[in-house]
Structures are given as C-alpha cells and as structure tokens.
C-alpha cells in the first residue's frame, strides 16, 4: 500500500467518514471522482436528473479535522414499487480497496430494508471483477446477462456484456 493512501485511511479513521444525502453543491467533487473511477462516467446532467427525481443520491463524507470535508464515494440508486436499483455506486480511485464499497453497500441495503423493499438489482460490467466480488460479499447473485449493454470504453472495441445481479432483503 502507497504511503499516500496509508496516510488517506489514517486519516479517515482518525477524523471519520459521514454518510449523507448528495447535494447539488457536491457534484463538482462527485463529477470529479466519476471521471477518474468509471470506464464510461455519468455526466453533469445524469447527476442532475438523478438529484430531481424520486432517486436517493448519497456521498460519503471524509470529515477532516481543521478542513473542508471531502466527498470519497456515492451511490445512486431508484426505488420501483417494491423493488431498488443500484444505478451507480463508486470509491474515489485513492480509496478502493480499503472498505468504503462495503460501507456504501451497508447504507443502500439499510435503505432498502427501510422502504421494505424485497429485492435490489444492479447491473455490472462482464470484466468488473472487484465490482462482482463487492457484490457477491453481500449476497447479490446474477440472474442475467445482457448483451453489449456497456458503450466501450475506448475507439475500436466492442460494447461490454453487463450481469445483472439481484439480491433478496
């Protein structure tokens, strides 16, 4: 582990992290860590979308003694009836790896549970394996796959398969 992100998680630990509901002063942050974090980024107006219609956007604070809190991850997901789906979910580039996917998935599995909703789906990139591990860490299976669902990530390459994974609450 590099020592810059020794020095991240010390800090993390030592002044703590926060979860809370996104605000639109925070996408220049949560823009920020999207370009840097997804082969294909949602941009500006995705985010914007999301924050004026019945999705629940969230970002997990780094709360930093003597300093401006910094935005490290977010999620994005939509209730449908009775069911959620996780329509983005993402950890600063300089911390994955080092837990705040678990914590992201603990805070939509409690919202889940509170709006009582029975099952959570998500979709994947077929070569996101850190992703698919994250997943199947709590509980999520794959029941589908859709073809070439993912725009590629660089000229001259195919479109990505996407596995849809589900999980009951």
């Not at 920020?32 to 082969?39: H, W």
């Not at 939509?108 to 909703?117: G, L």
């Not at 394996?129 to 660089?154: D, G, H, M």
Request: glycine share 4%.
């Amino acid at each position: 582990m590099s020592r810059d992100r020794v020095n991240l998680l010390s800090a993390a630990k030592q002044d703590g992290l926060c979860v809370r509901d996104m605000l639109s002063q925070d996408l220049k942050q949560v823009l920020a860590i999207e370009l840097n974090a997804q082969a294909s980024p949602w941009g500006r107006l995705s985010f914007e979308e999301s924050l004026t219609k019945q999705h629940r956007c969230r970002v997990v604070d780094m709360i930093v003694e003597d300093g401006p809190t910094a935005i490290v991850g977010y999620h994005v997901i939509c209730q449908v009836i009775d069911e959620l789906h996780i329509l983005n979910v993402v950890a600063a580039p300089q911390f994955q790896g080092l837990g705040l996917g678990h914590m992201l998935m603990a805070d939509i599995i409690d919202i889940a549970q509170k709006a009582h909703c029975n099952k959570i789906f998500l979709e994947v990139r077929s070569s996101n394996q850190v992703a698919q591990s994250l997943y199947a860490k709590w509980q999520f299976k794959q029941i589908a796959l859709r073809k070439e669902y993912y725009r590629p990530t660089s000229v001259g390459q195919p479109r990505e398969d996407a596995f849809i994974f589900m999980r009951q609450t």
